[in-house]
């Protein structure tokens, strides 16, 4: 694999190309002068807020960066278009596609400085060496200075999640500035915030804390309202809402910022994960993100914009243990990933042997057309296999949109809700 | 709002928790002088008619028409950090599932639409009974009243000797002259400033019998002068240090239309 991103602002032939180029196909939000390797870096940046490990997987419809983290409530990746880059080759020719997993700490040291990559980076080379086991970043920069970083990196499966943006039921999507300006009033240290629908269709973010029994210092509660007309789509029942980690949502909303981008945000009931994305002509960004099961007080609360004393029982949800997965829905969807056996292509995923966990699979027994229930057979209290394994989806079920990003999209059938 | 803003970021700088104090015509911030506090006393008060269009309470009676009220600074600060650019702000005290004073901030935005932030800060009432205790402190007469000079300069001072002594030693006369001094057993390190001027002391006799190049001193928590000092990110309109030989030293300070007075006693 080996791919060239060119800084737009590069003097000469290849910089004036890729103007021509970037005019021609009208990248209104990332204009020709943005710099791409700081693009790059930005999504670095933002992915190194979710996960230690970052998955490099170079696919025909682009690069992809993917990253989870460590109790698997969150998954994000960003996939880099061909066009996005100067020059741009998945694989050498008969060789297999190469896929890698880097310590994020290693590669967000390459691009760590956004204001060098923005002022003095011209192109940044990526290439993957399955020789010599070693993934070379070069960054060639002004004054013919350059640097060579060679990052060691492991063979692994790929990190797919599965997910399905269409099959929520809500969606909104507004400019990430609107959304940047609504986040600003909560202290930075806050962990989660809930989202929802209130009287009026207005849209509602509130700090949430969880409830401690015994302390007598409560904290500041923030909320921030907005109105309809602040987004460009709003669909949403009134009284909808989710909670979910506001520290990993800000790893995606300051590189939308950045871009200029809009920001979709897809949810479903509480409890089911959130999908954020973001999308442009040359890249896409999805981050998806586990929320917490239990709202519902909560929801029927928000027309009223009451505070509300969340279950106490929420404890055990907000924190996913890595063998607490009975509610942690995103944490089956990753399981869903792991548990394959490796045939890729095959069109029929096997069925999941089911450990005896706290809830029982609410879908009917393992069908071999659909996606399986996904209860790990992991004994409680081992951390999770941290190898994931490929789902090679390509044309399985059904009702594919658009394909969009690298993984191919698949209805996720009705988990049920605890 | 941005002086209101400005008050709420140095109070949160000088004390984690602190009185809040409403009354018809005024607002004060107060932290008494308890062991917590090791000892450090604050009043700050400012007018209410400066700063609200519309301002009105009803206290506990009328003959106590006054709420007294604990909460942490930070929040406060936070809360009217929000309000820079606000098209309008409203404080209210509710009681949402327990009691807390509101910060409702309308925010201003591009298209028409209305933005609002809101923030409950989570106060304590504080029960009549003590009040007594969170009065206007006593100033006592002073042996030497002089104008300090500036804060940056005298925190930067005071930030490095931090490093060598724990303690340091404030000490002032009636002819303009400050000095602050820490001695170790290795190294003294003294800054002089001067002409600094004297306000005219209250009781004539006392600055009569004075010398006025004898120094009033007291020894004090290095770290209790930094807080004070980190508090003042402005340059006050007015800047005064009142000593109290070996009992304690007061800084009265007015920022605009907001008094601050600051107490730190003499280490034993």
């Known amino acids: 694999m080996k791919c060239l991103v060119t800084g737009g602002n590069v003097k000469g032939e290849c910089g004036s190309a890729w103007r021509r180029r970037c005019n021609t196909l009208g990248t209104a939000?990332?204009?020709?002068?943005?710099?791409?390797?700081?693009?790059?870096?930005?999504?670095?940046?933002?992915?190194?807020?979710?996960?230690?490990?970052?998955?490099?997987?170079?696919?025909?419809?682009?690069?992809?960066?993917?990253?989870v983290n460590s109790s698997r409530s969150a998954y994000a990746c960003f996939l880099f278009a061909p066009l996005f880059f100067q020059h741009y080759q998945a694989a050498t020719p008969g060789q297999d596609l190469l896929r890698c997993k880097i310590l994020m700490k290693s590669f967000l040291s390459v691009f760590r400085s956004l204001a060098m990559l923005e002022k003095t980076v011209e192109?940044?080379?990526?290439?993957?060496?399955?020789?010599?086991?070693?993934?070379?970043?070069?960054?060639?920069?002004?004054?013919?200075v350059r640097k060579t970083h060679n990052l060691s990196f492991q063979?692994?499966?790929?990190?797919?999640?599965?997910?399905?943006?269409?099959?929520?039921?809500?969606?909104?999507?507004?400019?990430?500035?609107?959304?940047?300006?609504?986040?600003?009033?909560?202290?930075?240290?806050?962990?989660?915030?809930?989202?929802?629908?209130?009287?009026?269709?207005?849209?509602?973010?509130?700090?949430y804390h969880e409830e401690e029994a015994d302390s007598t210092v409560k904290a500041m509660v923030t909320e921030v309202c907005l109105g309809e007309e602040d987004f460009q789509q709003l669909q949403a029942q009134e009284g909808a809402a989710i909670t979910f980690c506001l520290k990993e949502f800000r790893g995606l909303l300051s590189f939308a910022e950045s871009a200029n981008l809009n920001l979709s945000i897809h949810f479903d009931a509480p409890g089911r994960p959130a999908i954020f994305t973001i999308k442009d002509s040359l890249l896409d960004g999805d981050f998806v993100l586990a929320t917490l099961s239990e709202t519902d007080s909560y929801s029927?609360?928000?027309?009223?914009?009451?505070?509300?004393?969340?279950?106490?029982?929420?404890?055990?949800?907000?924190?996913?243990?890595?063998?607490?997965?009975?509610?942690?829905?995103?944490?089956?969807?990753?399981?869903?990933?792991?548990?394959?056996?490796?045939?890729?292509?095959?069109?029929?995923?096997?069925?999941?042997?089911?450990?005896?966990?706290?809830?029982?699979?609410?879908?009917?027994?393992?069908?071999?057309?659909?996606?399986?229930?996904?209860?790990?057979?992991?004994?409680?209290?081992?951390?999770?296999?941290?190898?994931?394994?490929?789902?090679?989806?390509?044309?399985?079920?059904?009702?594919?949109?658009?394909?969009?990003?690298?993984?191919?999209?698949?209805?996720?059938?009705?988990?049920?809700?605890? | 709002?941005?002086?209101?803003?400005?008050?709420?970021?140095?109070?949160?700088?000088?004390?984690?928790?602190?009185?809040?104090?409403?009354?018809?015509?005024?607002?004060?911030?107060?932290?008494?002088?308890?062991?917590?506090?090791?000892?450090?006393?604050?009043?700050?008060?400012?007018?209410?008619?400066?700063?609200?269009?519309?301002?009105?309470?009803?206290?506990?009676?009328?003959?106590?028409?006054?709420?007294?009220?604990?909460?942490?600074?930070?929040?406060?600060?936070?809360?009217?950090?929000?309000?820079q650019n606000a098209r309008a702000l409203k404080i209210k005290l509710t009681n949402k599932h327990f009691p807390c004073l509101t910060v409702s901030v309308e925010l201003s935005s591009m298209s028409n639409s209305s933005r609002i932030?809101?923030?409950?800060?989570?106060?304590?009432?504080?029960?009549?009974?003590?009040?007594?205790?969170?009065?206007?402190?006593?100033?006592?007469?002073?042996?030497v009243s002089i104008y300090l000079p500036v804060l940056k300069t005298m925190k930067s001072v005071v930030e490095k000797m931090k490093n060598i002594s724990s303690h340091l030693v404030i000490e002032a006369n009636l002819d303009g002259e400050l000095n602050l001094k820490i001695e170790t057993e290795l190294v003294c390190v003294t800054t002089h400033f001067k002409d600094l001027g004297n306000p005219p002391l209250a009781s004539e006799s006392t600055s009569q019998d004075r010398n006025p190049e004898h120094m009033a001193e007291v020894h004090i928590d290095i770290r209790k002068l930094l807080q004070f000092l980190a508090g003042q990110q402005v340059n006050p309109t007015k800047a005064l240090c009142n000593i109290v030989t070996n009992k304690m030293v007061h800084f009265d300070l007015l920022h605009e239309d907001v008094s601050l007075q600051y107490f730190i006693p003499a280490l034993s």
């Open chain 1, 155 to 207: 063979d692994c499966e790929s990190l797919q999640a599965v997910f399905d943006p269409a099959s929520c039921p809500h969606m909104l999507r507004a400019p990430a500035r609107v959304l940047g300006e609504a986040v600003l009033p909560f202290p930075p240290s806050l962990a989660e915030v809930t989202l929802g629908i209130g009287r009026g269709r207005r849209v509602i973010l509130r700090s």
């Open chain 2, 117 to 143: 932030a809101t923030h409950d800060i989570p106060i304590k009432v504080i029960p009549r009974k003590l009040w007594k205790e969170l009065q206007e402190p006593m100033v006592p007469d002073p042996d």
């Open chain 1, 29 to 67: 939000s990332l204009t020709p002068s943005a710099l791409l390797p700081a693009v790059l870096g930005k999504a670095v940046h933002s992915l190194s807020r979710i996960g230690d490990e970052l998955y490099l997987e170079p696919l025909e419809d682009g690069l992809s960066l993917r990253t």
């Open chain 2, 1 to 83: 709002y941005g002086l209101k803003r400005g008050i709420s970021n140095m109070i949160a700088k000088l004390a984690k928790t602190c009185t809040l104090r409403i009354s018809p015509d005024k607002l004060n911030f107060i932290l008494c002088d308890k062991l917590a506090n090791g000892g450090v006393s604050m009043w700050c008060e400012l007018e209410q008619e400066n700063f609200f269009s519309e301002f009105q309470m009803e206290g506990v009676s009328a003959e106590n028409n006054e709420i007294y009220l604990e909460l942490t600074s930070e929040n406060l600060s936070r809360a009217l950090k929000t309000a």
């Open chain 1, 300 to 418: 029927q609360d928000l027309g009223s914009l009451e505070r509300h004393r969340p279950v106490p029982q929420l404890q055990a949800h907000s924190t996913p243990h890595p063998d607490d997965f009975a509610n942690d829905d995103i944490d089956s969807y990753m399981i869903a990933m792991e548990t394959t056996i490796g045939n890729e292509g095959s069109r029929v995923l096997p069925s999941i042997s089911l450990s005896p966990g706290p809830q029982p699979p609410q879908s009917p027994g393992p069908a071999s057309e659909e996606e399986d229930e996904a209860e790990p057979s992991t004994v409680p209290g081992t951390p999770p296999p941290k190898k994931f394994r490929s789902l090679f989806f390509g044309s399985i079920l059904a009702p594919v949109g658009s394909p969009h990003g690298p993984s191919p999209v698949l209805a996720e059938d009705s988990e049920g809700e605890g």
């Open chain 1, 123 to 144: 192109k940044c080379c990526i290439a993957l060496n399955g020789q010599s086991s070693r993934l070379v970043v070069q960054l060639h920069c002004k004054f013919g």
